[in-house]
Each structure stands twice: as structure tokens, then as C-alpha cells.
């Protein structure tokens, strides 16, 4: 998997090749990222670089201004973006790494207290780290590269270590890349906001700096920390397409300047808007990982080998592999007008239906009136709503054969709450300025270990209080007027990284400590719907958008990165909540199959029709679930480009093959369309209802969509039968 000879680094999965080289005065630059190549580079080619007009030598007359790197610091001769920047105890700011060595390691180590990928026993994974030197400053850089053979992916991190004096560390990128000599290409990211997230965007990329950005203390609504770069020809099933995807949960940037000269360096990590980091002699600090993925076949294959990676190697846990509940949440149905009886009415006519899990959203702790009262952070229960406590609740919804789940907002608190009341302090603020309110909630401060042991005690004393399965966990604010008392005037710089890295210490010690509770991700619907979080938690409230026509964009812009396994995907009632529109029955739980199936509505007010058409969607879920969440899944018609979405999915004994057809403006007559599809037997025969189609016929040919008037969507089930 990895080579080092005649001083260029081989990084080879099973269709890629990563390469890299030790050029002239210690500078690595980068070589080549791409399809496999099995033969060995020509060095005086590829370390042959092309002289600029005016650029400074810095390294054995080169500059490194031209050369493509692996890694850039601030100073010297190279004018782009830099990848590290600090001020040292001198006044200085230049940084000046060089290679010392390498070590090639059969495993993945963890990252200190990040989340990120990893390797099982009997994987095909080796790690490449890379060491750089600044020996003036007494720096060490450690670039990390893991390769994994069989999931055509590969991972990076840096470690910066301070082993001289102390200095202020202003911005450390995960990573950055020169692509060097590149054609026209576009530049794709995911944008949004609250009830639209990720958007797919596509532009051209040009000369200058583009980029995508959060500030929001979270990975935000506003941009999913991914970026992908592709030629101009690059379809969905066709070309090549590089991926980057940041496995974090916090403030980030990510994006790519290209130089006059055609140079691209594409960048990503922690935003050095708001951070800076003081380290002493001796300490270090880890940047979180970015996980690259090349195909040259197209986007859809690009996001095939996310879809596995993260499923099996970010996923952690009993609930990686296990087929996702089937759940009925309230939170639509009541919102806070509930008790006892009324959850469990709701419950009973789910039961009936197959539904297994019953989850109580907001408002079952004491002081809990609606969003504007009180209550967070004491999570205490709400006797009003439930005199006889969530034990009793719990043990009526089990002895209907279902899990019970509970939705938790533990980051966050009222100011009219006993927490709050005996630790004022123990929120984010600035002294001596007025704290903004968001939801009628603060943010805690997560910098401060007591906090954090206070959260884990909370919410655990709760989860042992009844049979809790399934718990929601919500954060619906962002951070304003960050600071913390906990921490020095000096390290204010720290406070958003160091919110995250609490969070993660708290997420790892709950999962821990309650292995058989299946734990969802929620912000506000997908405002931190990123790797970060799925490490910890399998799956993710995708959007609090529930409308059908929304909700295929929102799914399909999701799915660039993030399998249907971890798209919390729901049949809500209509007229939708939040858009007032009105779309069939069936509609709603066809675009809601693939993900993590469920219900957000009172199926006691459904009619005797949606009832039928709901038992009959559970019964399909059950059934083809392996595929969606298994299967490999590819996008044939985009939602953002014409009214027509489809997805195809591909079981993994290849034997089962979903085509999932939703139209948002269905025409009378409209012409019929062919649907060519991906990844068959071409040589099999498939069948559809009562009809056979050859492989070769449904790829090259294509499936012919008849105009339906009816339904606005389809979900078809093709069997391979030779």
C-alpha cells in the first residue's frame, strides 16, 4: 500500500495512487493524485518545475512559490494560502518545515480527542506519518496519511508539536493540496440554512480564493464542511471527482485558490477566524481529519466510497450494523400539548402498524410549558405531563412490544432554571457584556470539565431512571459572545475548539457508558449533520423541514457525503408545518424509505387510506432497508437540475436493485423517459412485477418511465432471477 523509493512515496489503494516527493532542500511536494499506476514516476519529470517570474528562491534555487506542496506554512517565497500560521516568542511569524523521516505503521492510531476513521483487525490499512522540522523554532510537524486498500480511500491529519518555547498557534489546517497544472474545473459544496440544508452548489473555478465557511461555533446549516473538485465534464456516473469531507463538528473552512498559473491549492480545517492556540514547550495539538476520495467515476462514485467508509469505519458501536427502528416521534403530532395517555394512544395505533419505537420529544421536563419557559439543564421530569414519571410511560410503551426513546437539549440552558440559578457562570459570555438569548437558551460552557461531568451525570441519571432505547439529541442554537470564564484572559483564542473537544469528551463517555442505547444527532434539524457527530452517533434528524418535495433535495444534497442509513427521514401530516403544502400520501413515505424510516404526525387523525398506505410503507421499509442502507447507491437524475429525482440502489449480493422515481411536477402525457442504470449483470436477467429485462438492456437501453398522473413517485424493486 505504500512505497517509498528513489524519495517519492507511493500511497496505492486498490484503484488509486497518492504520490508524493522529497525534493531538493527538504520541500514535499506533491506529485499526483488519481487512477492507480503501477509503475514508477520519472523523478527528473515530475520534480522539474516551472521557473515564476519573480518568485524568491527559498529552497536550492526553487521557490516554493511553484512547487506543489503538502503542506504550507506562512513565510518564506510561497505567496499562496497558507496551511499553518504562528507567532513565536521572537515577534516572528515564519514557519520554515523541512523533511526529517517517516514511519510506515500497520494500523490507524486514534487522533487525542477526535473523532475520525478507523481500521479493524484484519483490514488492509497502513499509515504513512511524515516528519517535518522547523529547527529554529524547535517545531516538529507530523503529517499523518492512511491508506485504505479496499475502501479506495485515504485519510490525513497533522500534529503540530512545540518542543522550544512557547508560541501562538493561529491557524493549522487539517490539510492542503496542490494541484498542479489543472484543467477547468468546478468546485461543489453543500449550502443552506435551517429547514434547506445542503444545497447542492456548483461553480467554476477561478483564479482567486474560493471558499466555504462556518463561524457559528458548529458545522452549521449554512455549509456541510465538504468540498468537491471535478472537471467540467464530470456527470454523476462519469469523470473524475475529488472529495474532501472534514471529520468535525465545529468552525471550519474549507476551499481552493488558484493561482495565474493554473496551480489549485485546495485547503480545509479548523476556521482560523476566532481560534488560536498557545502551546507550551512540550505540548501539542491535533488537527481533526480529512478523509479524501477519488473516482473516475463520477460524483455517485465518488460518494460510494463515503457511504462505506462512514458507515463502517466512522459508525461505531452495537447500532453500526444493526437494521435502523422504525420510530413514530410526537414532536408534530402534540408538540408540548401531551400527557401520559395521549403518547401512548398515539403508540398503540403505531404498534399496530409495525412502527417499534415510540419517541418523546420536547417537554417532558419540569418547567417545560413551551420553548420560551424553562427547564434545560435540570432534566428533571415534568409531573404535570406525567404524574407517574417516564418509568411508568416506558413500561406501558414496552408492554406494547416497543422501544422508548427521549429527546435531550443537554448543551444548552434557561436562564429560569436551578442550573442556572446556582452557576451563572457556567455559560458561554463575555464579561461585562449583555449575553444574547436564542430560543430563550444559552449555550453552556463545554471548556469547563465540571460542566461536562455535570451534563454526563444529568442525562445518565435519566437514562437509568427508565427502559430508555433511543435518545434525540438536539442542539438548537449557535454560539454568540463566545467566551469563558474557566479558561485564562490568554487562551479565549481556545474557547470554541475547546467547546468541541468537551463535547466529544461528553459524547464518548454517555455512548460508553449506555452501549445499548441507539443515540441520533439533531440540530435543529441538520445543522451538525457532519462525520464528527456520526462517530458518536449513527444517525442524524437530516432536516425540521418534513415537506416531501423539499426533503428529496434536501436527502439527495445529503447523500454527496453521508449514506441513507444516517438520514433520519420521516412521514409528517400535511398541510406540511413548515411550508403549508399539500403532497400525496404516498409521496411522503416514498421520499422518506431510504433513510431511517418514521413517522412525525398523530396517526390517530390519519384516514382509513393513509393508514393502509402507512402499514404497507413499514412492511417495504422492513424489506428492502439492507439494500437502501447497505447497498450501493447511485444518483441518476438530480432534483436541482430538472423536476425529475431518481436514485438507484444495488443490494450488496447484487441481487436486488431499487429504483426510487419522485417527480415534483408530475405533467399529463408528458413524453416517456428512459432511465439508464448502473452497476447490473449485464449478462442477468431482472424482474419487474411481471416483467424480465436483460442487464444490458436496462443499462445501455435504460428503463422507460411512463407518465403517471396519479403518484408523484415510485419505489420499483427489480430481482435478479439468473
Same mark, same amino acid.
Given at each position: 500500500?505504500?512505497?517509498?523509493?528513489?524519495?517519492?512515496? &507511493?500511497?496505492?489503494?486498490? $484503484?488509486?495512487?497518492?504520490?508524493?516527493?522529497?525534493?531538493?532542500?527538504?520541500?514535499?511536494?506533491?506529485?499526483?493524485?488519481? $487512477?492507480?499506476?503501477?509503475?514508477?514516476?520519472?523523478?527528473?519529470?515530475?520534480?522539474?518545475?516551472?521557473?515564476?517570474?519573480?518568485?524568491?528562491?527559498?529552497?536550492?534555487?526553487?521557490?516554493?512559490?511553484?512547487?506543489?506542496?503538502?503542506?504550507?506554512?506562512?513565510?518564506?517565497?510561497?505567496?499562496?494560502?497558507?496551511?499553518?500560521?504562528?507567532?513565536?516568542?521572537?515577534?516572528?511569524?515564519?514557519?520554515?518545515?523541512? &523533511?526529517?523521516?517517516?514511519?510506515?505503521?500497520?494500523?490507524?492510531?486514534?487522533?487525542? #480527542?477526535?473523532?475520525?476513521?478507523?481500521?479493524?483487525?484484519?483490514?488492509?490499512?497502513?499509515?504513512?506519518?511524515?516528519?517535518?522540522?522547523?529547527?529554529?523554532?524547535?517545531?516538529?510537524?507530523?503529517?499523518? %496519511?492512511?491508506?485504505?486498500?479496499?475502501?479506495?480511500?485515504?485519510?490525513?491529519?497533522?500534529?503540530?508539536?512545540?518542543?522550544?518555547?512557547?508560541?501562538?498557534?493561529?491557524?493549522?489546517?487539517?490539510?492542503?493540496?496542490?494541484?498542479?497544472?489543472?484543467?477547468?474545473?468546478?468546485?461543489?459544496?453543500?449550502?443552506? /440554512?435551517?429547514?434547506?440544508?445542503?444545497?447542492?452548489?456548483?461553480?467554476?473555478?477561478?483564479? #482567486?480564493?474560493?471558499?466555504?465557511?462556518?463561524? =457559528?461555533?458548529?458545522?452549521?446549516?449554512?455549509? *456541510?464542511? !465538504?468540498?468537491?473538485?471535478?472537471?467540467?465534464?464530470?456527470?454523476?456516473?462519469? @469523470?473524475?471527482?475529488?472529495?474532501?469531507?472534514?471529520?468535525?463538528?465545529?468552525?471550519?473552512?474549507?476551499?481552493?485558490?488558484?493561482?495565474?498559473?493554473?496551480?489549485?491549492?485546495?485547503?480545509?480545517?479548523?476556521?482560523?477566524?476566532?481560534?488560536?492556540?498557545?502551546?507550551?514547550?512540550?505540548?501539542?495539538?491535533?488537527?481533526?481529519?480529512?478523509?479524501?476520495?477519488?473516482?473516475?467515476?463520477?460524483?455517485?462514485?465518488?460518494?460510494?466510497?463515503?457511504?462505506?467508509?462512514?458507515?463502517?469505519?466512522?459508525?461505531?458501536?452495537?447500532?453500526?450494523? =444493526?437494521?435502523?427502528?422504525?420510530?413514530? *416521534?410526537?414532536?408534530?403530532?402534540?408538540?408540548?400539548?401531551?400527557?401520559?395517555?395521549?403518547?401512548?394512544?398515539?403508540?398503540?395505533?403505531?404498534?399496530?402498524?409495525?412502527?417499534?419505537?415510540?419517541?418523546?420529544?420536547?417537554?417532558?421536563?419540569?418547567?417545560?410549558?413551551?420553548?420560551?419557559?424553562?427547564?434545560?439543564?435540570?432534566?428533571?421530569?415534568?409531573?404535570?405531563?406525567?404524574?407517574?414519571?417516564?418509568?411508568?410511560?416506558?413500561?406501558?410503551?414496552?408492554?406494547?412490544?416497543?422501544?422508548? @426513546?427521549?429527546?435531550?437539549?443537554?448543551?444548552?440552558?434557561?436562564?429560569?432554571?436551578?442550573?442556572?440559578?446556582?452557576?451563572?457562570?457556567?455559560?458561554?459570555?463575555?464579561?461585562?457584556?449583555?449575553?444574547?438569548?436564542?430560543?430563550?437558551?444559552?449555550?453552556?460552557?463545554?471548556?469547563?470539565?465540571?460542566?461536562?461531568?455535570?451534563?454526563?451525570?444529568?442525562?445518565?441519571?435519566?437514562?437509568?431512571?427508565? *427502559?430508555?432505547?433511543?435518545?434525540?439529541?438536539?442542539?438548537?442554537?449557535?454560539?454568540?459572545?463566545?467566551?469563558?470564564?474557566?479558561?485564562?484572559?490568554? $487562551?479565549? #483564542?481556545?474557547?470554541?475548539?475547546?467547546?468541541?473537544?468537551?463535547?466529544?469528551?461528553?459524547?464518548?463517555?454517555?455512548?460508553?457508558?449506555?452501549?445499548?442505547?441507539? !443515540?441520533?444527532?439533531?440540530?435543529?434539524?441538520?445543522?451538525?449533520?457532519?462525520?464528527? +457527530?456520526?462517530?458518536?452517533?449513527?444517525?442524524?434528524?437530516?432536516?425540521?423541514?418534513?415537506?416531501?418535495?423539499?426533503?428529496?433535495?434536501?436527502?439527495?444534497?445529503?447523500?454527496?457525503?453521508?449514506?441513507?442509513?444516517?438520514?433520519?427521514?420521516?412521514?409528517?401530516? /400535511?398541510?406540511?408545518?413548515?411550508?403549508?403544502?399539500?403532497?400525496?400520501?404516498?409521496?411522503?413515505?416514498?421520499?422518506?424509505?431510504?433513510?431511517?424510516?418514521?413517522?412525525?404526525?398523530?396517526?390517530?387523525?390519519?384516514?382509513?387510506?393513509?393508514?393502509?398506505?402507512?402499514?404497507?410503507?413499514?412492511?417495504?421499509?422492513?424489506?428492502?432497508?439492507?439494500?437502501?442502507?447497505? @447497498?450501493? /447507491?447511485?444518483?441518476?437524475?438530480?432534483?436541482?437540475?430538472?423536476?425529475?429525482?431518481?436514485?438507484? !440502489?444495488?443490494?450488496?449480493?447484487?441481487?436486488?436493485?431499487?429504483? /426510487?422515481?419522485?417527480?415534483?411536477?408530475?405533467?399529463?402525457?408528458?413524453?416517456?423517459? %428512459?432511465?439508464?442504470?448502473?452497476?447490473?449483470?449485464?449478462?442477468?436477467? &431482472?424482474?419487474? #412485477?411481471?416483467?424480465?429485462?436483460?442487464?444490458?438492456?436496462? +443499462?445501455?437501453?435504460?428503463?422507460?418511465?411512463?407518465?403517471?398522473?396519479?403518484?408523484?413517485?415510485?419505489?420499483?424493486?427489480?430481482?435478479?432471477? *439468473?
Amino acid at each position: 500500500m505504500i512505497l517509498f523509493k528513489n524519495n517519492i512515496f &507511493y500511497l496505492n489503494t486498490n $484503484k488509486t495512487t497518492y504520490a508524493m516527493g522529497v525534493f531538493n532542500d527538504g520541500i514535499l511536494a506533491h506529485l499526483y493524485w488519481g $487512477k492507480r499506476i503501477y509503475n514508477e514516476f520519472c523523478a527528473d519529470e515530475v520534480f522539474d518545475f516551472q521557473h515564476r517570474h519573480m518568485a524568491a528562491f527559498d529552497c536550492d534555487c526553487k521557490s516554493t512559490d511553484y512547487i506543489p506542496l503538502e503542506y504550507a506554512p506562512q513565510g518564506g517565497a510561497d505567496l499562496r494560502i497558507p496551511s499553518m500560521e504562528a507567532t513565536y516568542s521572537d515577534g516572528s511569524n515564519l514557519t520554515v518545515l523541512r &523533511y526529517c523521516d517517516y514511519e510506515i505503521l500497520n494500523s490507524k492510531p486514534k487522533l487525542s #480527542g477526535l473523532p475520525a476513521t478507523y481500521a479493524e483487525e484484519g483490514d488492509k490499512v497502513e499509515t504513512l506519518v511524515v516528519h517535518m522540522r522547523d529547527e529554529l523554532q524547535n517545531l516538529d510537524v507530523y503529517l499523518s %496519511y492512511s491508506v485504505f486498500e479496499e475502501l479506495d480511500a485515504i485519510t490525513r491529519s497533522v500534529r503540530i508539536v512545540n518542543n522550544g518555547e512557547k508560541f501562538r498557534l493561529t491557524k493549522a489546517m487539517s490539510f492542503s493540496m496542490d494541484f498542479y497544472g489543472m484543467p477547468k474545473s468546478d468546485l461543489i459544496h453543500l449550502d443552506g /440554512c435551517w429547514g434547506r440544508e445542503r444545497t447542492v452548489t456548483r461553480r467554476e473555478i477561478v483564479h #482567486g480564493n474560493q471558499n466555504i465557511e462556518s463561524r =457559528a461555533g458548529a458545522s452549521s446549516a449554512y455549509h *456541510n464542511p !465538504f468540498i468537491a473538485v471535478c472537471d467540467k465534464e464530470t456527470t454523476e456516473n462519469s @469523470g473524475d471527482a475529488y472529495g474532501f469531507s472534514l471529520v468535525y463538528s465545529g468552525n471550519f473552512v474549507a476551499g481552493i485558490e488558484m493561482d495565474p498559473y493554473g496551480c489549485g491549492r485546495v485547503y480545509m480545517g479548523i476556521n482560523p477566524c476566532k481560534f488560536e492556540f498557545i502551546l507550551e514547550n512540550g505540548e501539542d495539538f491535533q488537527c481533526p481529519e480529512v478523509v479524501l476520495a477519488y473516482s473516475s467515476n463520477g460524483l455517485s462514485g465518488m460518494s460510494q466510497i463515503y457511504h462505506k467508509l462512514y458507515r463502517t469505519r466512522l459508525c461505531r458501536g452495537k447500532f453500526r450494523d =444493526a437494521d435502523r427502528f422504525v420510530l413514530i *416521534n410526537n414532536w408534530e403530532a402534540t408538540y408540548f400539548n401531551f400527557d401520559e395517555d395521549k403518547i401512548v394512544k398515539i403508540a398503540e395505533k403505531a404498534a399496530k402498524l409495525g412502527v417499534d419505537t415510540m419517541v418523546l420529544d420536547d417537554g417532558w421536563f419540569a418547567g417545560r410549558v413551551d420553548e420560551m419557559a424553562g427547564g434545560l439543564g435540570d432534566w428533571l421530569e415534568n409531573k404535570d405531563r406525567l404524574p407517574n414519571g417516564l418509568k411508568k410511560l416506558s413500561e406501558r410503551i414496552n408492554a406494547l412490544g416497543m422501544h422508548f @426513546g427521549l429527546w435531550f437539549e443537554p448543551e444548552m440552558v434557561n436562564p429560569v432554571s436551578r442550573l442556572f440559578e446556582a452557576h451563572p457562570e457556567w455559560i458561554l459570555h463575555v464579561k461585562g457584556r449583555t449575553q444574547s438569548l436564542s430560543r430563550y437558551q444559552y449555550t453552556l460552557d463545554l471548556t469547563n470539565k465540571e460542566v461536562c461531568d455535570y451534563i454526563i451525570g444529568a442525562v445518565g441519571r435519566v437514562l437509568k431512571s427508565a *427502559n430508555i432505547e433511543y435518545v434525540k439529541w438536539d442542539m438548537n442554537r449557535y454560539m454568540s459572545e463566545v467566551g469563558s470564564e474557566f479558561l485564562p484572559k490568554e $487562551k479565549q #483564542g481556545e474557547v470554541m475548539h475547546r467547546y468541541i473537544l468537551g463535547l466529544y469528551y461528553i459524547l464518548e463517555t454517555l455512548t460508553s457508558q449506555f452501549p445499548n442505547i441507539l !443515540f441520533e444527532s439533531c440540530s435543529s434539524g441538520g445543522g451538525r449533520f457532519d462525520p464528527g +457527530m456520526l462517530y458518536y452517533m449513527p444517525q442524524t434528524w437530516t432536516s425540521d423541514t418534513t415537506d416531501a418535495l423539499e426533503r428529496i433535495k434536501i436527502q439527495y444534497g445529503t447523500s454527496f457525503v453521508y449514506p441513507y442509513s444516517a438520514m433520519g427521514a420521516h412521514v409528517s401530516a /400535511c398541510p406540511n408545518h413548515q411550508l403549508g403544502r399539500t403532497t400525496p400520501f404516498r409521496m411522503r413515505c416514498d421520499v422518506a424509505l431510504p433513510g431511517q424510516f418514521g413517522f412525525e404526525l398523530d396517526l390517530n387523525k390519519c384516514t382509513d387510506e393513509e393508514i393502509e398506505t402507512s402499514r404497507r410503507a413499514v412492511e417495504k421499509y422492513k424489506e428492502l432497508r439492507n439494500v437502501f442502507h447497505r @447497498g450501493t /447507491c447511485y444518483r441518476l437524475r438530480s432534483p436541482f437540475s430538472t423536476d425529475l429525482s431518481v436514485l438507484e !440502489f444495488v443490494s450488496e449480493d447484487e441481487n436486488t436493485v431499487i429504483l /426510487c422515481v419522485y417527480s415534483k411536477i408530475p405533467t399529463v402525457l408528458a413524453a416517456d423517459e %428512459y432511465i439508464k442504470l448502473y452497476g447490473l449483470d449485464e449478462k442477468a436477467t &431482472y424482474k419487474l #412485477g411481471g416483467k424480465t429485462y436483460g442487464g444490458d438492456y436496462l +443499462m445501455n437501453k435504460g428503463y422507460k418511465l411512463c407518465n403517471n398522473v396519479e403518484y408523484a413517485s415510485s419505489v420499483l424493486g427489480f430481482i435478479k432471477i *439468473n
